[in-house]
């Protein structure tokens, strides 16, 4: 079982206490109406599958609750880093 | 006892005589005994028989790297655990075990023809074989196959026993108590470090205990590490997996050594997290390939010290030793010393250290260098051995009745592999080596290949003038493989040694190849000509050793198998003969049967009750959460596809949650307290689901918006009281809230008192019939149930469960998310149109609205479908076809997705998602069932009350 | 009206006694979820300091993420709505109940199946976490008792769970 820095918590904590919550870094588009088809599609379906360094989104769900950024290598699955929501990539 | 106990030494407690039972005949041995041991010393070398050609074996190793000796320890119904190596079983007065694969008996096995026939039974032969024809495979080969090869039955009783589990925590951690584990733990020990060390076995000490020498330090030592508060010491305790961020999976072994079955549980998992690991062992010792190795009496050297200097015990009167390693003559110089009659020293290699070969002079052992064992004599045990040279093949017979093997040492890198640390190659070895570590973890010791067993030469097989076609010189004896099958495997093409492994078996045995792996590549390696590092390492993986599934469960059997949500009402249902079902987690009423009711009578019952006068149904698992702050309208309105912002306080809206992709995910009716306070609800199985969603939109997408989300499930307990004369039941009872038509209509919702206690009363409706819902904190909702069935019994108030909900509901045409729909639906698709607000510019699932294969014609839609035969009710998920006369596979272009006998309506009813459905009103469609094909036509999907008179009431 | 209706409790009402370890069911209380991003917000609202860490506790109220805080207080007590406020206070005296685990053997019950570092857990501390699936909140009260908040269907569940792990 790994474990997760929870960057609101600011520790490290185990890790069925988190849920992840897939690709980091896509942000729903401000007007979807103006949205071409292919826009979209890209938007809803069309998501990265590295091997390596991976930027998802995980929430500490049975902690306090938030969604935060990670950086893992799918590889190893060690994490890199996480930040806060709203935070820029790393 | 026999005279294989030898008359002094081992750390058995002489004074301390058991009686156990092996294959049904009573034996002796001494406490500190494990079976294995007291076997020997009652003279039998007869452990089992082999996998698949049925061979005599005996015991190979003393610990748990034993690939033979298998058995099967008999504690009662439920308790007959096979499998078990002997090497690890410690005796007790009574304990019971008999011998596996072997029919009748051990000694007269049938199977045993497999040996003789050995030359058919080639590496692939069930693969190449059996293959046709199929249908033969269920009937004749399979079970055939399986009584033929296999190891010990598994038990078909319920598991008695249980198991505990645990967590733990360390800064240190430390897997293996021999000498280089416990000088670590000495380091540690005193400091204000935690500190575990677990060790596989009865006691402390690994290899120490095999040597008296150390038996002073050791007892110093224990004693050092029991008096420091911060080492806690684990023994029988196998640390069976190693997992991210120094998680290590480990089974500590309660009470099987006990001689009365314990109260407390029979093993513990531990789950342990260490800050730092150090892994201490131990290597293993590696069996030669000739002819005969797997001849009864044919075992390890390291093994028969340990059962002279630890148990007592020789393993022969007279023994031989076949030596490629210096520690195989260290070895039988402490036999010699500790009484074990030598008879010669074989060594492969040319030469030897010259203090060997003087201390074999001085114990007078005939040696032989630059010679092999080519042979062994005997079957149920040796008898003597074929020795030749090297050179000259000139061969000789040397009588004896055991001999050892010393085939140098494998480091135990298990657990390092499980945590991801490289290996590298050492040729002086012949054996991989931790090298990078990917956790914060250390080897030492002989796991890490530092031992002072000398030298030793690294080969693959033992010469032999023999032609290798008919050998059986076995590299995997658990699995019965031969170096024949491996060069096999090699000539028919394969490469890569995880190939070579999964065509021949090697390794792949209970043993995880413990014994078997690095022969296996040097064989490979020689037929292939190619080093051993060119052509691969398999993976180890968990558990170093199999262990139970009871352990692994730990206490998620039974009533804690997974936790089982009860509401608030649910000891009323259960007092009251409740049918229950399971809804996600929450077991739920599904109907109140009374005396000589069937669920159909019982459903048909409550229906009639609740459209005719009053029923009362317990609503409490329905989701809810608290929408608050100064942008709550707004939020919902970004969530749900109706407009919410102009919702007044005391109102309420049917709210349709869409995901991003368009399709419905969530439903249910909500109510706006205040300007910035909503109580929502959910389906019972997408609560959670849908605070997450929720949570996701807006902490992620709008975390501008001051709004605030809590669910609020389990703080209220929730009462539907429906039918005419649910305001009549509610009346006398109610305070603070005019319960009138005109002051309260349908789809309102009002604060106030009732039996005292404050609640939100809903005034909605899932029957079509006039309804509340009421809504207390949950810790009065028996209470007040049971007060409404006393003051609703003038009404004959009905408790219905939720099979007459589903009756009542679908007969109203109200789907019900995740039955009628499945995660392709859309509003448009499932009749709800209505319920998308057409000027607002966005909601989530919006835009998908009109994504081409959204508005693209021939898409399931949710109707209604009416049988011709209205007594036939269908079945839910039967499919449905256009044409019953086409030829199978037919077309089907829907499916029944609710399906009731409505007492109501004196029929039954369906509802269907069917292929363009919304324009095939009044067609008559098929429903082939395997007696026959039912007719049915398309309907609405409201079948009672279509103008909804009864709600506005 | 003037009757009152009884409550019933998830579990039962007699306290579990162990060796080393009791496990008992706290009397009812009132709670509430306590939200706001700007936590002066709150505390202008309740006249009261709140912690402004995660998992610290101070007067009752516990900090249990960035912008939420769990009030427990005598049962009854009520608290100001914060209407038009950027703020969010609810009602959920009943959502869970409490049990308490004490003794000796307290931590040790409580990693049967809770995969924290309770030896290190400092007292005071409060948190949202896991007993095998299911949430808990775990509020440390002293070295040896600790009151595990549970939502209520989980309870009966919960309560079999440690006493289980109590007896063995």
């Known amino acids: 079982m790994i474990l997760i820095h929870c960057p609101y918590c600011e520790e490290k904590r185990p890790e069925i206490e988190f849920a992840n919550a897939g690709q980091a870094h896509i942000a729903r588009p401000v007007d979807p109406a103006t949205q071409t088809d292919e826009e979209w599609k890209n938007y809803l379906f069309i998501r990265a599958n590295p091997r390596g360094r991976h930027h998802e989104r995980w929430r500490h769900i049975h902690g306090c609750g938030r969604f935060f950024n990670a950086v893992r290598d799918t590889s190893t699955d060690k994490f890199e880093t996480t930040y806060k929501a709203g935070e820029p990539r790393r | 006892m026999s005279g294989y106990r030898l008359s002094v030494g081992g750390r058995v407690v002489r004074?301390?005589?058991?009686?156990?039972?092996?294959?049904?005949?009573?034996?002796?041995?001494?406490?500190?005994?494990?079976?294995?041991?007291?076997?020997?010393?009652?003279?039998?070398?007869?452990?089992?028989?082999?996998?698949?050609?049925?061979?005599?074996?005996?015991?190979?190793?003393?610990?748990?790297?034993?690939?033979?000796?298998?058995?099967?320890?008999?504690?009662?119904?439920?308790?007959?655990?096979?499998?078990?190596?002997?090497?690890?079983?410690?005796?007790?007065?009574?304990?019971?075990?008999?011998?596996?694969?072997?029919?009748?008996?051990?000694?007269?096995?049938?199977?045993?023809?497999?040996?003789?026939?050995?030359?058919?039974?080639?590496?692939?032969?069930?693969?190449?074989?059996?293959?046709?024809?199929?249908?033969?495979?269920?009937?004749?080969?399979?079970?055939?196959?399986?009584?033929?090869?296999?190891?010990?039955?598994?038990?078909?009783?319920?598991?008695?026993?249980?198991?505990?589990?645990?967590?733990?925590?360390?800064?240190?951690?430390?897997?293996?108590?021999?000498?280089?584990?416990?000088?670590?733990?000495?380091?540690?020990?005193?400091?204000?470090?935690?500190?575990?060390?677990?060790?596989?076995?009865?006691?402390?000490?690994?290899?120490?205990?095999?040597?008296?020498?150390?038996?002073?330090?050791?007892?110093?030592?224990?004693?050092?590490?029991?008096?420091?508060?911060?080492?806690?010491?684990?023994?029988?305790?196998?640390?069976?997996?190693?997992?991210?961020?120094?998680?290590?999976?480990?089974?500590?072994?309660?009470?099987?050594?006990?001689?009365?079955?314990?109260?407390?549980?029979?093993?513990?998992?531990?789950?342990?997290?260490?800050?730092?690991?150090?892994?201490?062992?131990?290597?293993?010792?590696?069996?030669?390939?000739?002819?005969?190795?797997?001849?009864?009496?044919?075992?390890?050297?390291?093994?028969?010290?340990?059962?002279?200097?630890?148990?007592?015990?020789?393993?022969?009167?007279?023994?031989?030793?076949?030596?490629?390693?210096?520690?195989?003559?260290?070895?039988?110089?402490?036999?010699?010393?500790?009484?074990?009659?030598?008879?010669?020293i074989i060594d492969v290699r040319e030469n030897v250290d010259a203090t060997l070969l003087t201390e074999a002079?001085?114990?007078?052992?005939?040696?032989?260098?630059?010679?092999?064992?080519?042979?062994?004599?005997?079957?149920?045990?040796?008898?003597?051995?074929?020795?030749?040279?090297?050179?000259?093949?000139?061969?000789?017979?040397?009588?004896?009745?055991?001999?050892?093997?010393?085939?140098?040492?494998?480091?135990?890198?298990?657990?390092?592999?499980?945590?991801?640390?490289?290996?590298?190659?050492?040729?002086?070895?012949?054996?991989?080596?931790?090298?990078?570590?990917?956790?914060?973890?250390?080897?030492?010791?002989?796991?890490?290949?530092?031992?002072?067993?000398?030298?030793?030469?690294?080969?693959?097989?033992?010469?032999t003038p023999k032609g290798l076609t008919r050998a059986k010189a076995f590299v995997d004896f658990q699995n019965d493989v031969t170096a024949k099958d491996i060069k096999l495997a090699v000539r028919e093409g394969f490469r890569s040694i995880e190939h070579i492994k999964r065509y021949t078996t090697n390794g792949m045995a209970t043993d995880q190849g413990k014994t078997s792996n690095l022969n296996c590549l040097q064989i490979a390696s020689t037929a292939l000509a190619k080093p051993v590092t060119d052509i691969g390492i398999t993976s180890f993986r968990p558990p170093y050793t199999p262990q139970t599934f009871g352990t692994l469960a730990g206490h998620a059997k039974d009533a804690l198998f997974q936790p089982l949500r009860k509401s608030p009402i649910d000891g009323w249902a259960e007092d009251n003969g409740a049918v229950f079902e399971l809804v996600a987690q929450w077991r739920r009423a599904r109907y109140f049967p009374k005396v000589g009711e069937d669920m159909h009578i019982a459903v048909n019952r409550e229906c009639v009750e609740v459209r005719s006068s009053v029923g009362i149904f317990d609503a409490s698992t329905l989701g809810k959460i608290e929408v608050v702050g100064p942008d709550a309208a707004e939020f919902l309105n970004r969530m749900y596809t109706n407009p919410w912002k102009a919702l007044e306080p005391g109102r309420c809206r049917y709210g349709l949650l869409l995901k991003e992709d368009g399709f419905i995910t969530d439903d249910g009716v909500s109510a706006r307290l205040a300007p910035d306070r909503f109580h929502l609800t959910t389906t019972t199985g997408g609560a959670a689901r849908v605070l997450n969603m929720m949570e996701d939109y807006l902490q992620t997408e709008w975390p501008d918006l001051n709004v605030w989300l809590t669910s609020t499930t389990e703080q209220y307990a929730v009462i539907a009281v429906q039918g005419p004369n649910a305001r009549k039941v509610l009346e006398p009872l109610v305070a603070g809230i005019d319960l009138s038509a005109e002051a309260f209509p349908h789809m309102a919702i009002r604060e106030g008192v009732i039996c005292g206690i404050p609640t939100r009363l809903f005034r909605v409706s899932f029957t079509g019939e006039l309804g509340f819902e009421i809504n207390v904190p949950a810790a009065y909702g028996r209470a007040l149930w049971e007060r409404l069935i006393v003051e609703g019994a003038h009404y004959n108030i009905t408790p219905y469960g939720t099979e007459a909900m589903h009756v009542l509901r679908a007969e109203k045409g109200y789907i019900i998310v995740g039955q009628d729909t499945d995660g392709t639906v859309t509003p448009h698709d499932a009749g709800l149109d209505w319920a998308v607000g057409k000027k607002k510019l966005d909601f989530v699932g919006r835009r998908s609205l009109t994504r081409p294969d959204i508005v693209a014609p021939g898409r399931k839609q949710l109707v209604g479908l009416l049988t011709d035969d209205s007594n036939l009710v269908l079945e839910e998920g039967a499919q449905i076809v256009a044409d019953p006369n086409q030829p199978v596979p037919m077309k089907m272009i829907g499916h029944v997705t609710s399906s009731y006998w409505s007492e109501t309506l004196g029929r039954s009813i369906a509802m269907a998602l069917i292929a363009g459905g919304h324009k095939r009103l009044g067609e008559t469609l098929y429903i082939p069932m395997p007696d026959k094909t039912h007719t049915a036509k398309v309907s609405g999907m409201v079948f009672y009350d279509t103008q909804g008179a009864r709600l506005n009431v | 009206m003037s009757d009152i209706l009884a409550r019933s409790e998830p579990v039962p009402t007699l306290p579990f006694v162990g060796v080393g370890v009791t496990i008992s069911l706290v009397t009812p209380m009132a709670r509430y979820s306590l939200r706001a991003r700007q936590l002066e917000a709150l505390e202008a609202l309740l006249n009261t300091k709140l912690p402004h860490k995660i998992g610290k506790t101070e007067n009752g109220y516990a900090c249990l993420g960035p912008d939420e805080w769990l009030l427990r207080a005598a049962v009854g007590t009520a608290m100001p709505k914060g209407e038009g406020l950027a703020v969010s206070v609810t009602d959920m005296s009943e959502r869970a109940i409490c049990l308490v685990v004490e003794g000796p053997r307290a931590t040790g019950v409580l990693l049967s199946g809770c995969p924290l570092d309770l030896e290190t857990f400092a007292v005071g501390r409060a948190t949202r976490t896991l007993y095998e699936t299911v949430e808990i909140t775990l509020i440390r009260d002293s070295e040896d008792r600790f009151h595990v908040e549970v939502w209520r269907s989980f309870a009966p569940w919960l309560w079999i769970a440690l006493t289980t792990a109590a007896s063995h």
């Open chain 2, 15 to 344: 004074r301390h005589a058991v009686t156990f039972r092996f294959d049904g005949k009573n034996y002796q041995g001494f406490a500190g005994d494990t079976l294995a041991s007291a076997l020997l010393a009652n003279g039998v070398m007869l452990f089992g028989r082999s996998f698949k050609y049925h061979r005599p074996r005996g015991l190979i190793a003393a610990g748990s790297e034993e690939p033979n000796a298998l058995v099967l320890v008999d504690r009662g119904p439920g308790r007959r655990t096979p499998n078990l190596r002997a090497t690890g079983i410690e005796v007790y007065d009574g304990l019971t075990a008999t011998s596996q694969n072997r029919w009748p008996s051990l000694k007269t096995d049938f199977g045993a023809i497999n040996d003789r026939l050995g030359m058919f039974f080639p590496a692939g032969f069930y693969n190449k074989t059996f293959m046709w024809p199929r249908s033969f495979w269920d009937k004749l080969y399979e079970p055939a196959i399986r009584r033929m090869a296999g190891l010990g039955d598994a038990p078909t009783e319920k598991d008695p026993d249980h198991y505990a589990s645990t967590y733990a925590h360390c800064d240190l951690l430390i897997i293996g108590a021999g000498p280089a584990g416990i000088d670590a733990a000495l380091e540690a020990a005193g400091t204000n470090t935690r500190v575990i060390l677990i060790d596989e076995q009865d006691e402390p000490g690994g290899g120490a205990l095999a040597d008296p020498s150390l038996w002073p330090w050791l007892e110093r030592s224990m004693k050092a590490l029991n008096d420091a508060a911060n080492v806690t010491i684990l023994t029988r305790t196998t640390a069976f997996g190693y997992y991210h961020d120094n998680f290590i999976g480990a089974v500590q072994r309660l009470t099987d050594h006990m001689p009365q079955i314990a109260d407390g549980p029979r093993e513990k998992l531990w789950r342990i997290r260490a800050g730092e690991i150090i892994l201490a062992q131990g290597a293993i010792e590696r069996p030669l390939v000739f002819e005969g190795n797997d001849t009864p009496g044919v075992m390890l050297a390291s093994a028969a010290k340990v059962f002279a200097n630890r148990y007592g015990v020789a393993v022969g009167k007279s023994v031989a030793l076949m030596a490629a390693h210096d520690s195989g003559w260290h070895d039988v110089f402490a036999l010699a010393k500790a009484g074990v009659g030598i008879v010669a």
């Open chain 2, 361 to 463: 002079e001085k114990l007078g052992i005939m040696v032989y260098l630059n010679h092999s064992v080519i042979g062994v004599n005997g079957r149920h045990r040796v008898k003597s051995i074929q020795v030749c040279g090297n050179n000259d093949y000139l061969d000789g017979r040397i009588a004896c009745d055991a001999l050892l093997m010393a085939g140098g040492w494998t480091p135990s890198v298990h657990l390092w592999s499980h945590s991801k640390g490289t290996l590298k190659w050492r040729n002086d070895l012949g054996a991989y080596v931790p090298d990078q570590a990917n956790e914060n973890v250390c080897s030492v010791g002989a796991c890490a290949g530092h031992w002072d067993f000398g030298n030793g030469a690294v080969i693959d097989m033992l010469p």
